[in-house]
């Protein structure tokens, strides 16, 4: 059964970047059955998916963030990494891997999440 680990910066100031990564263990991450998204929930507010690589690199972004974001991934070590550039206090929130199944169009594996908080 495949796991999902992410890790995180914890608490970072504004303007700086947050770096995330998304350590997949139990199954590959470069079937063409599957994408690797990255979702993040503030508080109070609903779940906010972020962008997806699939399995041949492709990326694609939320269009309000593409300009600060990145994900990018690592076959070797079997991870995948987001960036998201010039943070602010917004972009606090629990940053969760998942992977959604394409031919069953839903997320068939979460990560438990990382929390981060930009402030001063």
């Known amino acids: 059964q495949v796991q999902l680990q992410e890790s995180g910066p ?7 970047t947050l770096s995330f990564t ?6 590959s991450i470069t079937p063409s059955a599957y994408t690797w998204n990255w979702i993040r929930q503030s508080p109070g507010k609903e779940m906010e998916w972020l962008g997806l690589i699939a ?14 974001t990145s994900i990018s991934r690592d076959t070797s070590k079997n991870q995948i990494s987001l960036e ?13 891997c998942a992977r959604w199944q394409i031919s069953g169009q839903y997320y068939d594996s979460w990560g438990q999440g990382t929390q981060v908080t930009v402030s001063s």
Do not use: F, I, M, W
Request: glycine fraction near 10%; charged fraction near 20%.
């Open 22 to 27: 998304c350590t997949v263990s139990g199954g």
């Open 84 to 96: 998201v550039r010039s943070a602010t206090p917004e972009d606090t929130a629990v940053y969760y």
């Open 55 to 68: 399995y041949d690199g492709s990326t694609n972004y939320r269009p309000s963030l593409k300009s600060r």
């Open 10 to 16: 914890g608490l970072v100031r504004p303007s700086q």
